[in-house]
Structures are given as C-alpha cells and as structure tokens.
C-alpha cells in the first residue's frame, strides 16, 4: 500500500504582511496541508505581532526559520504565543517526516559555514531514519538558480543538501526567485515566497 503524501504550504518573506499569512492561511485550510512551513522574514521594519495568528486560528501547525529581517528575541516571542517551531533552533519530526533547518536572525545576510554545515549534520542524524526530510534555510544554497539574482547562496547549506540529500530543500530571501525549481542530486529544491505553495512529499 502507498505511504500517504505529506502536504505542506511553505511560504517566506511575509515581512509582516498579516493579510498575505490571512490568505495563506485559506490556502492551508483549503488544501488541507499537515503543515505550514516558513523560510524567514516572517516580520518587516515593523514586528507584526498577529503574523502567525490566522494560521493558528485554521487549526494549522506552523514551524518555521527567522531570516534576516526576524530579531532572535521576536523568534522566541512567535514560537511562545503561537506554539510555532524555530527549525532554526531545534529539529523537529511529524508523523514519519523529520523538519531541520537552518535561521538568519538578527540582520544575518550570510552564515558561518562551518557552524552552519555542522549544526544541519547534527538535526540531520536526528531525522535521517524518518521517511521524509524537509531542510530549511532563509538563505540560498550556493550554486543554485537563486543566484541569478547576484547574490550568492550559502556553501554551508548547499555542502548539506549534497551530503544529506533530504527530500526536499526550502528557501527564500530572493524576492524574484520565488517558484524557482531545480534538482540536487534527489533533494527537489524551492525558493519560495509571499505567495506560497503547496508542496506534497
């Protein structure tokens, strides 16, 4: 018998836009997605307290990475008023799928690579007997299509999608690269955006 599809909406760079997580969260509701997944930027220059709030009232769980424009501190605030996850900080697993990933905060427009690459090796060998992994990064990976944009993609991240080649591989940060698709190895790749996308694994 075949395993069931683990349908998720991810989505990134709301930058505190409560009416896009508002139709967001109808397209969860709609599709019936398991989960919501978010790549950063989750607040603009001004910290929506409420940006989670329509998810959590559709009954959706929601875990998510803090990008650049997301303070730690308002990270933290997030996942305690709305129970949401910081793959950023802490694997996490639903069902048969372990969720890992990789944060910006704090203004961060590129990572330490070494700790980057080290910290998704240790949330990986917590997931890697699981079914399905999703990795996340605000960031781009090195050498993907993001980078048309001119700016370039993390080495730390993109070393972790070659060694560990999770399923599937989230991002965001380059505005116009949102809906871009590529393959690495069997890791499907996506840039994601405000528009979000439901993606079944």
Do not use: C
């Not at 944060?103 to 240790?122: M, Y």
């Not at 399905?132 to 070393?159: D, P, Q, W, Y």
């Not at 190895?185 to 694994?201: H, R």
């Amino acid at each position: 018998m075949a395993k069931k599809k683990f349908k998720i909406l991810a989505a990134s760079d709301i930058e505190g836009d409560v009416s896009a997580t508002r139709k967001l969260a109808e397209k969860a509701d709609k599709e019936n997605v398991d989960l919501v997944v978010l790549a950063g930027d989750l607040t603009g220059w001004v910290e929506g307290e409420e940006v989670l709030k329509p998810f959590v009232d559709k009954g959706k769980k929601v875990v998510f990475v803090p990008g650049n424009h997301d303070s730690s501190e308002f990270a933290g605030f997030l996942s305690k008023l709305y129970g949401a996850k910081n793959v950023g900080e802490h694997y996490v697993r639903y069902e048969d799928v372990g969720i890992f990933g990789i944060g910006s905060p704090d203004g961060a427009l590129s990572l330490d690579e070494d700790k980057t690459f080290k910290k998704l090796k240790k949330d990986f060998k917590m997931v890697k007997d699981l079914e399905k992994k999703i990795m996340v990064s605000h960031l781009n990976a090195a050498g993907t299509k993001s980078e048309f944009s001119g700016i370039g993609g993390s080495e730390g991240v993109r070393k972790a999608i070659d060694e560990f080649q999770p399923d599937l591989f989230l991002s965001g940060h380059i505005h116009e690269a949102e809906g871009l698709k590529e393959k690495i190895g069997k890791t499907k790749v996506v840039n994601v955006g405000k528009k979000g996308e439901v993606i079944e694994i």
